[in-house]
């Protein structure tokens, strides 16, 4: 199938519009007119991401986060981007196009808490009621169940925990990657505990000391689940689609 087939999909499924304006997103490197039969998601298109995605001969990889975030004043060989056209593999990312989308990355996260009624924490565009972030209602649960439940749904065994870890929740926001600036929405909301990917220091301090508990699950693995469901999307989309999860990908930081 043509590459403008897939990339028409994915903008279906998370309009280029709804991105950020500091955003990169949609088809970075490549030629809509292309042939594609193999494509490998990841959050990064690291050198080992795209060493992955020519060993399995994929003509797509499809990274969350922009490769290409500014403008280019050189390409020099053995950067992913001069590869990438040498070999004629296509870079295509969503990033905040698809956080704010019905079903994408803060919906996978409310999934993730069981959050059972949703709604944007700061709405971007009014027009369509789409937003940044997600709060909602969840079965009452103890903290300490709840935190248990995101390692499982995220696939992490260490967390970081800010404020209160006894006590029960029933309301609950999330935020993918770095969501500490709508902390003052957290707030206003009501919810016990906030999922995100990082936080700064002094708003992690605010927050407990307002009450609220903070996990922070480091920057892309609070991302990183959303690929199995974008996975999913593409192989019901195409079926002659081979369609598979970088087994590389994963965050820089770790808890030793």
């Known amino acids: 199938m043509k590459l403008r087939e897939i990339t028409a999909r994915l903008e279906a499924l998370a309009p280029l519009r709804y991105?950020?304006?500091?955003?990169?997103?949609?088809?970075?490197?490549?030629?809509p007119e292309a042939t594609v039969h193999r494509a490998l998601l990841a959050i990064d298109c690291t050198a080992a991401v795209f060493d992955e995605a020519v060993a399995r001969g994929c003509e797509l990889v499809l990274a969350y986060h922009p490769t290409i975030f500014s403008g280019l004043k050189r390409v020099h060989a053995g950067s992913v981007v001069y590869r990438a056209v040498r070999a004629g593999v296509a870079i295509y990312a969503p990033h905040t196009a698809l956080d704010v989308a019905n079903g994408g990355t803060n919906d996978v996260l409310a999934d993730v808490v069981g959050m059972t009624a949703r709604a944007p924490l700061r709405i971007t565009r009014p027009d369509e009621g789409v937003g940044l972030g997600r709060v909602g209602p969840v079965e009452p649960i103890a903290r300490t169940a709840l935190i248990e439940r995101i390692k499982r749904g995220l696939s992490v065994e260490r967390l970081l925990i800010a404020g209160p870890t006894d006590g029960e929740v029933s309301r609950v926001a999330v935020g993918a990657g770095a969501c500490g600036d709508l902390l003052n929405e957290v707030?206003?909301?009501?919810?016990?505990?906030?999922?995100?990917?990082?936080?700064?220091?002094?708003?992690?301090?605010?927050?407990?000391?307002?009450?609220?508990?903070?996990?922070?699950?480091?920057?892309?693995?609070?991302?990183?689940?959303?690929?199995?469901?974008?996975a999913e999307t593409l192989r019901a989309s195409f079926s002659d689609l081979d369609v598979a999860v970088s087994t590389v990908d994963r965050d820089p930081f770790t808890v030793a």
């Open 19 to 31: 991105a950020e304006s500091w955003d990169n997103v949609g088809l970075l490197v490549g030629d």
């Open 187 to 230: 707030i206003a909301s009501g919810a016990g505990l906030y999922l995100t990917g990082e936080m700064r220091h002094h708003d992690a301090l605010r927050a407990a000391g307002a009450g609220l508990t903070v996990v922070c699950a480091l920057h892309s693995n609070s991302e990183r689940v959303t690929l199995a469901r974008l």
